[in-house]
């Protein structure tokens, strides 16, 4: 089992900035891939980014890239998602994820992923 725990969250204007991390108990932490996904109201939940488990590879929903920057520290079993140019349409629970295997075998879809947290709200305001 891995545990996995979001802080960071919070309310920020428009074009703000806010970094998320996201915390990791129990398993290897440096053996998964790391996720993070987000849900607004009434949406489905949705993938936001991912990074493989050495840091070397991520990659970003469309919505998101050249604004998000996931990195992680192995050594403090933390990953860390950036928010930059934050929009109000970026409101959402983000969730981080965790996963094992192939990188190549990652998908950016919530069944793929093993363990999640609980979440942190992110509110943009315009």
């Known amino acids: 089992q891995v545990q996995l725990v979001e802080s960071g969250g919070g309310l920020v204007q428009a074009g703000g900035s806010l970094r998320l991390s996201c915390a990791a108990s129990?398993?290897?932490?440096?053996?998964?891939?790391m996720g993070w996904f987000r849900q607004a109201p009434g949406k489905e939940r949705e993938f936001v980014a991912a990074?493989?488990?050495?840091?070397?590879?991520?990659y970003y929903a469309a919505s998101v890239k050249g604004r998000f920057t996931f990195s992680r520290d192995n050594a403090k079993n933390t990953a860390y998602l950036q928010l930059n140019s934050l929009k109000p349409e970026d409101t959402a629970v983000y969730y981080c994820a965790a996963v094992n295997g192939g990188w190549a075998e990652v998908r950016p879809t919530t069944g793929a992923w093993w363990y999640w947290g609980q979440g942190t709200q992110v509110t943009v305001s315009s």
């Open positions: 129990g398993r290897t932490f440096s053996n998964y891939h």
């Open positions: 990074i493989s488990w050495t840091g070397s590879s991520t």
